[in-house]
């Protein structure tokens, strides 16, 4: 399994991105797909997360209205569309796969696959 992060980049506060995560090595649609974040010296932080089926969504309360988790099967793709970026939304952006076949999960432990990260860098 492999997931490849991207699109992660220098943005003013106010700006947006769009994340996108590329998935291979598995069957994408029977994986809840889930972003966290991370800054150093912090535990990793949910950010969003999307079901394996008919697509239900889950977000983290720092991120709620501003961001947006979708998946396209298929494409083996998820996204993260962040609006009204802050700088305290700088971090390393993670996606990662549950197996689950439950709801989306929202901690760190309950995911089975990583991505790389991509940096995300809020300027104020």
């Known amino acids: 399994v492999q997931l490849q992060a991207s699109g992660g980049g220098l943005v003013q506060a106010g700006g947006s991105l769009r994340l996108s995560c590329a998935a291979s090595g598995m069957t994408f649609s029977r994986y809840n797909m889930g972003w966290f974040r991370q800054v150093p010296g912090k535990e990793r932080e949910f950010v969003a997360a999307?079901?394996?089926?008919?697509?239900?969504?889950v977000y983290g309360d720092s991120v709620k209205g501003r961001f947006t988790v979708s998946r396209d099967n298929s494409k083996n793709m998820v996204y993260l569309q962040a609006l009204s970026l802050q700088p305290e939304d700088t971090a390393v952006y993670y996606c990662a796969a549950d197996a689950s076949y439950d709801d989306p999960r929202t901690t760190p432990d309950e995911y089975d696959y990583w991505g790389q990260g991509t940096q995300v860098t809020v300027s104020s």
């Open positions: 999307v079901r394996y089926i008919h697509s239900t969504t």
